[in-house]
């Protein structure tokens, strides 16, 4: 039986003055599913998420979410959905459990439905021990847990999470990983996270939609982005004296797909890597080449970023954000 779908995006478009930071986009996302944005920095994934989340207008197109038109009919969207922004926003002057019990009474909860819930939440993410702890106590990724935990108190229909592990150390995202893996295989919510490290996309989404400049190049299953792309590994072969002869003996061989050029690095698609190497080294140094090093992977998703664009989605450091703005506006209109 297919699912209604929880979200649904049409052409929608937001311009600042003369940037356009979302292009044109269209998708839908189904009730339940797991579904990602991932894309550099600056891709236009924040100004997205804002507008599904009826903080920004869309310059034109539509989106509707939980059967709610954002532009039209913002309040009934914000009651089903939660939304964690990249800004920590949770309180440093109050304690974990404080810190969601005010967030209950915002959506009128009462006392004993909100108790009951917060401590149901807290065990499932780990914090009850330190539930009358002040925030200011905690980790990175103990606030992001908590902040995670807080937007389900009023049981959304939807949580969005932007960049949720960004400034994370590694152990800190995996645990972070973990609850929202528990979330997605326990509970029927439909979940859109924006992200920019492609492990984490693989790792917890069902469908993904890869953006950049503010326009979708491609969308599907982390399996069905990855078929799209000639050849099942990639061999990346730094060469000294790289020239046109060599490239053209290497495009010649029969088991190459494709290559692409960076620099001294050529990236060359290949069924099979390590049966094949030999045959490429040969190949460079009969054209005068030297190969100082040889790698062989199979394809990921930045593989995919790579074929559709041509560079490499940037691991870049988290940018500081206002608590009012937030990321995706640019600097003109708020930062």
């Avoid at 290949?270 to 090093?293: C, K, M, Q």
């Amino acid at each position: 039986m297919q699912k209604s779908n929880a979200i649904e995006v049409n052409n929608i478009t937001k311009k600042f003055g003369a940037v356009t930071a979302v292009d044109s986009v269209s998708f839908n996302v189904s009730e339940g599913e797991f579904f990602g944005f991932l894309g550099p920095n600056g891709a236009g994934k924040t100004t997205l998420i804002r507008m599904l989340t009826t903080l920004l207008k869309p310059t034109s197109g539509s989106a509707i979410v939980a059967c709610c038109d954002v532009a039209r009919q913002p309040d009934a969207v914000r009651r089903e959905i939660g939304v964690v922004p990249q800004a920590m926003t949770s309180d440093l002057d109050l304690t974990g459990y404080e810190n969601m019990d005010i967030y209950g009474r915002f959506y009128g909860i009462p006392m004993k439905e909100r108790k009951e819930r917060i401590n149901y939440l807290l065990e499932m993410v780990g914090l009850t021990n330190r539930a009358n702890d002040l925030v200011a106590t905690y980790s990175g990724g103990m606030r992001r847990r908590l902040e995670i935990a807080r937007v389900l108190v009023h049981r959304p229909r939807m949580l969005f999470l932007d960049e949720p592990t960004i400034g994370l150390d590694p152990q800190s995202r995996h645990v972070v990983w973990n609850f929202l893996m528990k979330l997605r295989d326990g509970d029927s919510i439909t979940i859109f996270l924006t992200t920019h490290y492609m492990e984490e996309a693989e790792a917890l989404c069902e469908r993904i939609a890869i953006i950049d400049s503010g326009r979708i190049i491609a969308i599907g299953s982390p399996d069905e982005l990855k078929s799209q792309i000639p050849g099942k590994d990639i061999i990346t072969l730094a060469i000294g004296n790289l020239s046109e002869n060599i490239t053209n003996a290497i495009k010649g061989l029969p088991f190459v797909h494709k290559i692409n050029i960076e620099n001294n690095n050529v990236r060359i698609y290949v069924d099979s890597g390590a049966h094949n190497l030999p045959a490429l080294i040969d190949a460079v140094r009969s054209e005068g080449g030297n190969v100082a090093s040889a790698t062989i992977h199979e394809q990921s998703l930045e593989d995919v970023f790579i074929h559709y664009t041509g560079k490499t989605i940037r691991e870049e450091e988290a940018k500081k954000v206002s608590f009012l703005t937030g990321a995706g506006v640019p600097l003109k209109w708020g930062r």
